[in-house]
DNA sequence: AAATATACCATAATTATGTATGGTGTGCAA
DNA sequence: TTGCACACCATACATAATTATGGTATATTT
């Protein structure tokens, strides 16, 4: 059978267990845990030593971790082992569309994403226009992931600016040393160019994730 | 020309910058906002009021947020909330591979994402194994976002289970009222399922959203 | 019947953190 | 040369938050 309805740790109690999810929930609106006295007014507690007392627990468990003395240190073990967090990331325009200026003053929205070890690296996003990539997965409206870089291996997918238009393509470095533009679209052509051709190319980064919403 | 280098607050002094950058830094790391005296320390600053002028100085121009009174409230104003709610939605399995049991215990891992005004419906996650939707550009490997509920329309991706296989086919209703389950591959038929049928069909849910990853 | 876990209350002390006020010096633009 | 932005210092105080100690009551296990 199929269970669905998501269901408690098993070693909790069933008050402790609300007191996690309320940490987690804390966590995700404000972005910070919260503390002892908000945890207490949240379950209308008169008295403190009660959520001393379940947080003891729940460390005790192994359920949530703690920074003596340190103010609002109170986290999930999951979210602080696993040292991920959310990062919001800019969509800076579209791709395809012969955006000119791609800059903060153009951020249409924000897409969020773990960001994994990858500190201090620019992302960005950009909605996908046009059918060019259909074939591998890319359609109109998705929005593309991109990591700034001007380097790409063969394979990869990457954001590239020719004549001050953006395009999304396949990478591919021939061996007398050509880089092809492959559109994944049967009905287009791969782009080609020569070392010493004298064309304004640049990459601008390479595709590291997809996003897509339906409705 | 294409401008990509992301703009940095155009405003913000070196010093300011340096310390939005720790600011980031470490939250990321330890999962929670320093305090002021922690900044202090880390800049080697002898008064605590050099720090006070600079979190002033980057919240009047808009670099960070904070709440009156607060521990630990300095936070980048990228990453916070304001109306948008990030979610992290948990991934419980993997889709068309006959997983019998979807529940807390089988959490692969979570995704995030904005819920818009939609908390308190039940989200999850499932990766995608197989290649039965690779036409509608949902490729093995993908991560797919379902909205728990037994109510579909036509054209809508759902995530169905038969006889305790989970599965992702697109849904129609033809007019006898038969359900047909359409996977988006040419190589596979669809399975049509009529009203007074005996088999154990059941819709999950419906896909709202897609994540991929690539390398 | 005694020990243990759960779930609470009351109060005081301590330390962590934020707030307020008033300074110094330097460089730069009006 | 006056004013203003910038970068810093010193100190006192207020309040936010954690820590400590010692209770009550109930149900469950040994």
Same mark, same amino acid.
């Given at each position: 059978? &199929?269970?669905? +309805?998501?269901?408690?740790?098993?070693? #909790?109690?069933?008050?402790? +267990?609300?007191? #996690?999810?309320?940490? @987690?929930?804390?966590?995700?609106?404000?972005?910070?845990?919260?503390? #002892?006295?908000?945890?207490?007014?949240?379950?209308?507690? @008169?008295?403190?030593?009660?959520?001393?007392?379940?947080?003891?627990? #729940?460390?005790?468990?192994?359920?949530?971790?703690?920074?003596?003395?340190?103010?609002?240190?109170?986290?999930?073990?999951?979210?602080?082992?696993?040292?991920?967090?959310?990062?919001?990331?800019?969509?800076?325009?579209?791709?395809?569309? $012969?955006?000119?200026?791609?800059?903060?003053?153009?951020?249409?929205?924000?897409?969020?994403?773990?960001?994994?070890?990858?500190?201090?690296?620019?992302?960005?996003?950009?909605?996908?226009?046009?059918?060019?990539?259909?074939?591998? +997965?890319i359609f109109? $409206?998705?929005?593309?992931?991109?990591?700034? $870089?001007?380097?790409?291996?063969?394979?990869?997918?990457?954001?590239?600016?020719?004549?001050?238009?953006?395009?999304?393509?396949?990478?591919?470095?021939?061996?007398t040393g050509?880089?092809?533009?492959?559109?994944?679209?049967?009905?287009?052509?791969?782009?080609? =160019?020569?070392?010493?051709?004298?064309?304004?190319? @640049?990459?601008?980064?390479?595709? &590291?994730?997809?996003?897509? @919403? =339906?409705?």
């Open positions: 059978m &199929v269970y669905l +309805g998501i269901m408690k740790q098993i070693d #909790l109690t069933k008050i402790e +267990g609300k007191i #996690l999810e309320y940490i @987690k929930e804390h966590i995700l609106i404000t972005g910070i845990p919260p503390t #002892l006295r908000e945890i207490q007014k949240k379950f209308s507690y @008169k008295a403190i030593g009660t959520v001393q007392d379940h947080i003891a627990s #729940l460390i005790r468990k192994g359920a949530v971790l703690r920074e003596k003395g340190k103010a609002r240190s109170i986290q999930p073990a999951e979210t602080v082992t696993s040292h991920k967090r959310i990062k919001r990331i800019p969509i800076l325009g579209q791709i395809a569309a $012969g955006f000119p200026v791609l800059s903060e003053e153009n951020i249409m929205g924000y897409v969020p994403m773990f960001s994994e070890g990858a500190y201090g690296k620019e992302i960005f996003a950009l909605i996908v226009k046009g059918t060019s990539m259909v074939e591998a +997965g109109d $409206g998705d929005t593309a992931i991109i990591e700034k $870089g001007p380097i790409a291996e063969n394979g990869d997918i990457v954001a590239v600016s020719i004549n001050d238009e953006v395009t999304l393509k396949e990478f591919k470095k021939d061996p050509a880089v092809n533009l492959i559109p994944r679209n049967s009905d287009m052509l791969p782009m080609v =160019y020569s070392k010493n051709q004298n064309v304004d190319m @640049k990459i601008i980064g390479k595709m &590291v994730g997809l996003y897509r @919403k =339906y409705r």
